[in-house]
């Protein structure tokens, strides 16, 4: 069992930066590929970047560029590092870990969220 809490969110302006971070409970944090989704009031819920056990990253489109996802496994968080932040950047954002040998285990945050504004 993992458990993930999200922290970091909160009010910023438009252009601002903000950090989140991802706290998972357990010893095996390291051998879960972890990635960050955001969801607004009525849409579906939308990877945001992924980070695998072994370091690799990928972002969506829209993020990519403005927002980089990092991994300290000695503390078992994970960050996401946003700048450049637009209106459309206000979401809830949730943590959510899938174990890279066994797919079928996967784990969510609680989400917290981060509000743009201009």
């Known amino acids: 069992q993992v458990q993930l809490v999200e922290s970091g969110g909160g009010l910023v302006q438009f252009g601002g930066s903000l950090r989140l971070s991802c706290a998972a409970s357990g010893s095996f944090f390291r051998l879960y590929d972890m990635s960050w989704y955001r969801q607004t009031t009525g849409k579906r819920r939308e990877l945001v970047a992924t980070?695998?056990?072994?370091?690799?990253?990928t972002y969506a489109g829209a993020v990519k560029g403005r927002f980089t996802i990092s991994r300290d496994n000695a503390k078992n968080t994970m960050f996401l590092h946003m700048s450049q932040l637009k209106l459309e950047d206000t979401a809830v954002y949730y943590c959510?870990?899938?174990?890279?040998?066994?797919?079928?285990?996967?784990?969510w945050g609680q989400g917290t969220q981060v509000t743009v504004s201009s």
């Open positions: 980070i695998t056990t072994s370091g690799d990253t």
């Open positions: 959510y870990a899938r174990r890279a040998s066994d797919s079928t285990l996967t784990y």
